[in-house]
């Protein structure tokens, strides 16, 4: 198929949408390349808001089709800090939380083009990802709509059969509603925002007797309102394994640790962390105070906070009109080819979607085809062939969340898989922009994530010190 497309669109100036608009500009081939972000600053999920209302937050939270979110507000301020400005700074609550570190070495995690995060320690902070991350979308920043939210983009119907989409926005500050069609969209909105909180028996009248004792990892923010309390912590993912561990620094012992799936490897047993089963209700007054059963039958009652590090729904509000559905039960995107393309709207395109990946240069690799097959420099599969790599992701991981999990290295393999399909691009005078591949002594390190974390961790604030690998006496061995 060959696209006319000259006017394209970005929903989102994260780390995703910043990367897809570098690879757009390198082309050399588009004549608008108009990027929206809802927040004031790029960064998209690194982002820190200090203050997170959990009020907002249902319990249980079981809908991926929940509404655009709607930004809370902070006056901005003058360079001297004193005077407050008339105009107001939109603010989104995202996940990031105080003390969060990466849970990748900077050195794997670093775009391929900026190796600039090496420069702080191994395991970076997350404010040094921002300000990494603000730095390098400087060269596109005058592509970017700040404060614009996207409410709805919708499929024209064209006379000649090619996709054409408008695209509806608003201006935070001032209102102001800004309508324009486009040739292509591509989606990079990141799926941290709508949080799944599961309707387990019992959980909605219990909150309403113990109100503001479940939460959700989105709006934890620090370990300090936990002090002396007992605590559940469900979930064994990164976040949930860190976020225990910080809690349990504060928290009465044993901290409860209720897990589905068995602890990873490296979540090394501890005196103060008691690993549980699953909840499978939550327990009425008259039964037990504060009290929960797990799947073995054990009952916890006086339970003072409960934390749900369960995930998020893959929701996109302003997709709601697009045929067929883009999600349905907010698990996974349907109808997409290699994690990327919609099948049915091949002008539509999906950077990000993965998970337990190496992010940044995964989104190289995506935004590296996605910018050869709207240049007409690639082209996709047919239309059986697109559909016959679904059914086979659906045969290997289900068509639920798995969909999009990349796991045992597959996001290293999926990269490289993306670049040489980039390879294959008809040739420019001069390629701008072309990812590299993963090598081996990188595969290497990626499986070794685990063990070199553990070992950071354990240094205390030793850790801040160390900038390499060497420095942590950390040997990388096939």
């Known amino acids: 198929m060959i696209h006319n497309i000259r006017k394209v669109a970005i929903i989102g100036a994260g780390p995703a949408g910043v990367t897809t608009a570098k690879h757009l500009l390198s082309e050399k081939h588009f004549g608008t390349i108009d990027v929206f972000e809802q927040q004031a600053s790029t960064g998209g999920v690194w982002n820190y808001t200090p203050y997170a209302p959990s009020g907002e937050l249902s319990i249980p939270q079981t809908n991926p089709q929940l509404p655009l979110e709607e930004p809370h507000w902070e006056r901005e301020r003058s360079g001297h800090g004193d005077h407050i400005w008339g105009r107001s700074k939109p ?3 995202t996940p990031m939380y105080d003390r969060l570190e990466s849970n990748i070495p900077h050195f794997l995690m670093e775009h391929s083009d900026d190796a600039s995060l090496e420069e702080g320690q191994l395991f970076v902070g997350h404010e040094s990802v921002l300000r990494y991350l603000n730095s390098y979308a400087d060269d596109v920043r005058h592509l970017i709509s700040f404060k614009t939210q996207v409410y709805d983009i919708k499929k024209l119907e064209t006379d000649n059969g090619t996709d054409r989409w408008l695209v509806c926005a608003r201006n935070l500050v001032t209102n102001k509603v800004i309508e324009d069609t486009y040739d292509a969209v591509a989606v990079a909105s990141g799926h941290h925002y709508v949080p799944v909180v599961p309707n387990i028996p019992g959980i909605q ?3 309403e007797i113990y109100h503001n004792t ?8 620090h370990p300090d309102s936990f002090a002396n309390k007992k605590v559940v912590v469900v979930g064994n993912s990164a976040s949930g394994l860190d976020i225990g561990t910080q809690i349990g620094t504060v928290s009465k012992h044993p901290l409860l640790n209720s897990q ?3 602890a990873p490897e490296f979540d090394r047993p501890t005196s103060w962390k008691k690993e549980m089963p699953e909840i499978v209700e939550f327990l009425s007054q008259s039964e037990a105070p504060r009290a929960v059963r797990f799947a073995d039958g054990q009952i916890e009652s006086d339970i003072d906070a ?8 893959y929701s996109f509000p302003f997709l709601s009109s697009v045929q067929p559905p883009i999600s349905s039960t907010g698990e996974r995107v349907e109808n997409l080819y290699k994690q990327l393309f919609s099948i049915p709207h091949p002008t539509l395109a999906f950077i990000g979607l993965p998970y337990k990946i190496v992010p940044f240069r995964t989104y190289e690799g995506q935004a590296a085809v996605v910018a050869r097959v709207w240049s007409n420099r690639l082209c996709l599969p047919s239309g059986p062939e697109m559909r016959a790599w679904e059914a086979q992701r659906i045969a290997e991981k289900g068509a639920g969340k798995k969909f999009h999990e990349l796991t045992n290295l597959e996001d290293f393999r999926y990269h490289n898989d993306l670049v040489e399909w980039a390879l294959q691009a008809t040739p420019q005078e001069a390629e701008r922009r072309v990812p590299p ?10 499986t070794n994530i685990p063990g070199m974390k553990q070992a950071f961790a354990e240094l205390g604030e030793g850790r801040h010190v160390v900038r390499r690998l060497e420095d942590l006496h950390f040997s990388l061995r096939e």
């Open 205 to 207: 009248a219990w909150n």
């Open 214 to 221: 479940i939460t959700h990892s989105k709006y934890y923010r």
């Open 91 to 93: 603010i989104f609550v």
């Open 306 to 313: 409960i934390v749900f590090c369960t995930g998020y729904y």
């Open 437 to 446: 591949r993963w090598s081996k002594e990188e595969e290497v390190a990626r």
């Open 260 to 262: 589905r799936s068995a």
